[in-house]
């Protein structure tokens, strides 16, 4: 195996070798971490890592960036917690927790595709916004959700398995369709690839450029009312650092942040991966503090794998 497909089969397959190397060292140094209480827990943890990683998988594909995925995440989870409040209705609530998240990527997406602003300065400004919105909507005060149908999307079980992990499943492999057999997934690595080709080529890029900025938002939305469903109450806090970890995730799973080149399934096994990491770190007694620094490195590492990997 030369060089070049040796680079190429660590970009397709490297992450998942990876992972199995990460899961047999905590085997080894806690062999209790692996219990079946723990691994469903812990791949409870990593859906919602996923879910929100899915979107901004969507975003980079597309050579673009979305810093407000957690502000957007807390928003429509403290949304949904207050409509739930005063409707009594799971469904009402979770239509507003989505309509929230698609209309903020309706708005990033608009500004960056009609207004031609850097989706990095856009997002930013929507995250800075959705935070404000946060505080001004709660007062800085949690909204408790006692609402049995609504909490069931992230306490219940169905056949034995938590709920968040089969909606992440179904989103994932709705998105595997959408990317390898539909229109949309051609667009979207087309214009991560090369904007002005597929523009030149007479594709409405500005208008798919919204739709990606939707779904984005639309997820990011989702992730918001699992969560609080599963913590039984909407937190303002809530969606803080998860722009991070979705990021990670995606660049772990292999999509390159210059766009045009990625797979869906890959953003899973990057979340399973800092899921891994994460807990990995708790079950040994690291401290909280440390874990930032963990991932900081862990996503320039990845990053400097990607450009090292697009060289070869």
Not at 110 to 119: L, M, R, T
Not at 186 to 192: D, L, Q, T, V
Not at 224 to 243: D, H, K, N, Q
Request: charged share 10%.
């Amino acid at each position: 195996m030369n060089r070049t497909s040796a680079a190429r089969f660590f970009r397709l397959y490297g992450m998942i070798l990876v992972l199995i190397v990460l899961v047999a060292a905590l085997r080894i140094l806690q062999p209790r971490a692996l219990g079946m209480a723990n691994v469903l827990n812990l791949a409870r943890q990593i859906s919602i890592t996923a879910l929100v990683s899915a979107g901004q998988t969507l975003v980079i594909l597309a050579a673009q960036i979305d810093l407000s995925v957690g502000s957007v995440l807390g928003l429509a989870g403290v949304v949904a917690a207050g409509v739930l409040r005063d409707t009594d209705s799971a469904a009402m609530a979770v239509a507003a927790g989505l309509g929230v998240g698609a209309a903020c990527g309706f708005a990033n997406g608009i500004v960056v595709a009609k207004g031609k602003v850097a989706s990095f300065i856009v997002t930013l400004a929507t995250l800075g916004v959705a935070n404000g919105v946060i505080l001004l909507y709660t007062g800085a005060r949690p909204i408790a959700v006692q609402n049995d149908d609504f909490m069931y999307l992230g306490e219940g079980k169905w056949l034995g398995v938590p709920v968040p992990i089969i909606l992440a499943a179904i989103v994932y492999v709705a998105l595997w369709f959408i990317l390898s057999r539909t229109r949309f997934g051609r667009y979207n690595y087309a214009i991560g690839g090369n904007e002005l080709a597929t523009r030149l080529a007479g594709v409405p890029v500005d208008r798919y450029k919204i739709y990606i900025f939707m779904s984005a938002g639309a997820l990011a939305g989702l992730t918001g009312i699992v969560l609080t469903a599963r913590l039984g109450s909407g937190v303002p806090t809530l969606g803080i650092g998860f722009e991070l970890v979705s990021i990670t995730a995606v660049v772990l799973g292999g999509t390159s942040l210059f766009g045009g080149e990625g797979r869906i399934w890959g953003t899973l096994v990057g979340a399973a991966i800092t899921g891994v990491i994460t807990n990995g770190l708790s079950i040994l007694g690291v401290g909280a503090y440390y874990q930032p620094v963990v991932t900081g490195i862990v996503i320039l590492v990845a990053v400097l794998a990607d450009r090292w990997l697009r060289a070869t």
